[in-house]
């Protein structure tokens, strides 16, 4: 550092500006760093060269103010006289509370003038040096909620040393609003405080992940965003959610539950997720799904050309009485299992072929929709050398890409 040197250090996210005041000077001396976002710049309220000719030739010992902004350095010079005895007397937050990604200001009180003392701002940012003459502004944007400990402690000439706590208020959630459809495809509204002016993240987070969902097609005020839950969501049953409001800057809302709806898909239950039994019990001419055989006795010399195979899905029946006075009556029953939030839909009624005027198949007592452990009692008669054949389907439905 040259003698008469002033240095505007680079430090990530925050800035400070120094205003300075010195009787030797013509005027006030008035330096702001500003950020790349914003285009970096030095700026003073009166040319050094201009405000200080009464004192060129005339040893001097140099001042330093540091300012600090964003990523970028700053290096001016400025003759200027030597400092006297300085004290802290005070930190105070100039917007209490504060809130998150919006500019605190925050004011450093003091008597006579300081070369140096150190700032902490209780985050992440690095220890500041600043000098100057009292009272110092300094800026800063904070980008979590919380208390933070201010702490100013003099150094050289500068003497004191003192603390403060400022409360930063983070984005809040406070409602969804009641006509808000949680399902994929649908329209979130949330209501809610400092969400900021310029638009963040919405994301909701399903019990199994870590990461939460960016909701789509954004529309953002500090007191409300809105978004469409993404069409394409798979693989999630109907859960609680947890919704939270990200800012632009990063801070992070409060969690809001939410129910949410999958999109569902409806399909014929497979003939192999289906069990069965029969109350005459599998044998050569009885079956049910898969269990007995579906031929025909051989006292009634009866030859069928009808399809007696089973299909992919569905529940299947056949049952065929040999020669006798009353033919064959009985039931069989069939149930499943479903899983992952997967419930019956429908049972389909019955079709089929039969042979002797009195065969024939009734469903009797089937589950109602939306059990996962559907049932259903069909009860059959075949006349002598009679058959009757009988099949269905069980219609299932649940949460899009996953297994039943």
């Not at 680079?10 to 330096?31: K, Q, Y």
């Not at 001042?63 to 400025?78: D, E, H």
């Not at 998150?100 to 008597?111: N, V």
């Not at 899983?339 to 019955?350: A, E, H, P, R, Y």
């Amino acid at each position: 550092m040259n003698a008469g040197e002033d240095t505007c250090y680079a430090v990530p996210a925050f800035a400070f500006t120094a205003f300075g005041t010195d009787p030797g000077l013509h005027g006030n001396v008035i330096a702001t760093c500003q950020g790349p976002k914003s285009g970096s710049k030095f700026r003073r309220k009166h040319d050094v060269s201009d405000s200080l000719p009464s004192h060129r030739g005339n040893p001097m010992r140099a001042r330093r103010a540091i300012i600090v902004f964003g990523a970028s350095m700053w290096t001016f010079s400025a003759p200027v006289i030597a400092l006297a005895q300085g004290t802290i007397t005070g930190v105070s937050p100039e917007t209490s509370p504060g809130i998150a990604c919006k500019l605190d200001t925050i004011r450093i009180s003091g008597t006579g003038s300081c070369s140096t003392f150190t700032f902490q701002l209780g985050d992440s940012t690095p220890i500041v040096h600043l000098p100057g003459n009292f009272p110092i502004l300094v800026y800063h944007t904070y980008t979590h909620a919380g208390t933070y400990a201010l702490k100013a402690q003099g150094q050289g000439n500068c003497t004191g040393a003192v603390t403060a706590s400022l409360h930063v208020l983070g984005p809040a959630i406070t409602s969804i609003f009641p006509f808000s459809v949680i399902k994929p495809g649908g329209g979130v509204i949330i209501a809610g405080q400092n969400f900021g002016d310029l638009p963040g993240q919405i994301l909701m987070k399903f019990q199994n992940q870590l990461v939460g969902v960016p909701l789509q097609n954004i529309q953002w005020g500090d007191t409300f965003a809105s978004g469409t839950i993404p069409q394409g969501i798979s693989g999630q049953p109907d859960q609680q959610v947890v919704f939270t409001v990200v800012a632009q800057c990063g801070a992070v809302s409060n969690e809001w539950s939410a129910m949410f709806t999958a999109a569902r898909d409806i399909v014929a239950l497979p003939f192999g997720r289906i069990d069965c039994s029969t109350s005459v019990g599998a044998g050569n001419s009885d079956q049910c799904q898969d269990w007995g055989q579906n031929n025909q006795p051989t006292e009634c010399f009866q030859f069928h050309t009808f399809g007696l195979q089973p299909g992919a899905t569905g529940f299947y029946g056949y049952h065929a009485s040999g020669w006798g006075f009353s033919g064959e009556s009985g039931n069989d029953q069939f149930w499943a299992t479903l899983n992952n939030s997967w419930v019956l839909d429908s049972i389909t009624g019955l079709s089929g072929t039969r042979v002797g005027n009195g065969s024939d198949a009734n469903e009797w007592n089937p589950s109602q929709p939306g059990t996962p452990n559907p049932k259903l009692t069909v009860l059959w008669h075949a006349d002598n050398c009679g058959i009757i054949l009988y099949w269905g389907d069980m219609m299932i439905t649940g949460p899009r890409g996953l297994p039943y």
